[in-house]
T-cell receptor, first 113, second 111 residues
Framework: AAGVIQSPRHLIKEKRETATLKCYPI?????VYWYQQGPGQDPQFLIS???????DKGSIPDRFSAQQFSDYHSELNMSSLELGDSALYFC????????????FGPGTRLTVL | GQSLEQPSEVTAVEGAIVQINCTYQ??????LSWYQQHDGGAPTFLSY????GLEETGRFSSFLSRSDSYGYLLLQELQMKDSASYFC????????????FGAGTRLFVKA
């Protein structure tokens, strides 16, 4: 069965650079979520999209933005990167109810030097 | 706001049964989910309880008591591969998609 695809899997950036993470949800899933997970931490909700419209925002810095495109893939854009942005970034998708069943992608490991 | 509490670590031996508890405080409630995450891997959905009682899926079961704001994940016939972090999670009670995870319980399975 198709899973959530994320690219790139690893990304190394310098401080103050920008980064774009991509997510391809499971086909026909209508909701996409983005999470940030630091070492030893729980996943922190950043933002979600339902049917390509932003639905909820969590602890997403103003330096970050995200969107979902007509083909349902989503991109997380991160600017003015800081050392503290180094983390695993997960995308997840879900369909219908209950939306508590989320399928996570393999994640993008971002390292900011 | 919402908060979830779960033990930070649990250790058990192979073949045993272990219970991971989760207590929650939310202004509203839709249900309690459980996820497993191996080191360096992605969270994997295990179970979801919207109503009181026990849900069984193979070696894993999950229980919910809404009156006690409490749930647990029960792992039976433990295997070494069950060593992982386990997170309970709830969805934002306002009806949105924001999801709050507990801090996670690290399970160590010993031979």
């Amino acid at each position: 069965a198709a899973g959530v695809i994320q690219s790139p899997r690893h990304l190394i950036k310098e401080k103050r650079e920008t980064a774009t993470l991509k997510c391809y949800p499971i086909p026909r899933h209508d909701t996409v979520y983005w999470y940030q997970q630091g070492p030893g931490q729980d996943p922190q909700f950043l933002i979600s999209f339902y049917e390509k419209m932003q639905s909820d925002k969590g602890s997403i810095p103003d330096r970050f933005s995200a969107q979902q495109f007509s083909d349902y893939h989503s991109e997380l854009n991160m600017s003015s990167l800081e050392l503290g942005d180094s983390a695993l970034y997960f995308c997840a998708s879900s369909l219908g109810a209950p939306r508590d069943t989320q399928y996570f992608g393999p994640g993008t490991r971002l390292t900011v030097l | 706001g919402q908060s979830l509490e779960q033990p930070s670590e649990v250790t058990a031996v192979e073949g045993a049964i272990v219970q991971i508890n989760c207590t929650y405080q939310t202004s509203g409630f839709y249900g309690l989910s459980w996820y497993q995450q191996h080191d360096g891997g992605a969270p994997t959905f295990l179970s979801y309880n919207a109503l009181d009682g026990l849900e069984e899926t193979g070696r894993f079961s999950s229980f919910l008591s809404r009156s006690d704001s409490y749930g647990y994940l029960l792992l039976q016939e433990l295997q070494m591969k069950d060593s992982a972090s386990y997170f309970c999670a709830v969805r934002d009670p306002t009806g949105g998609f924001k999801t709050i995870f507990g801090a996670g319980t690290r399970l160590f399975v010993k031979a």
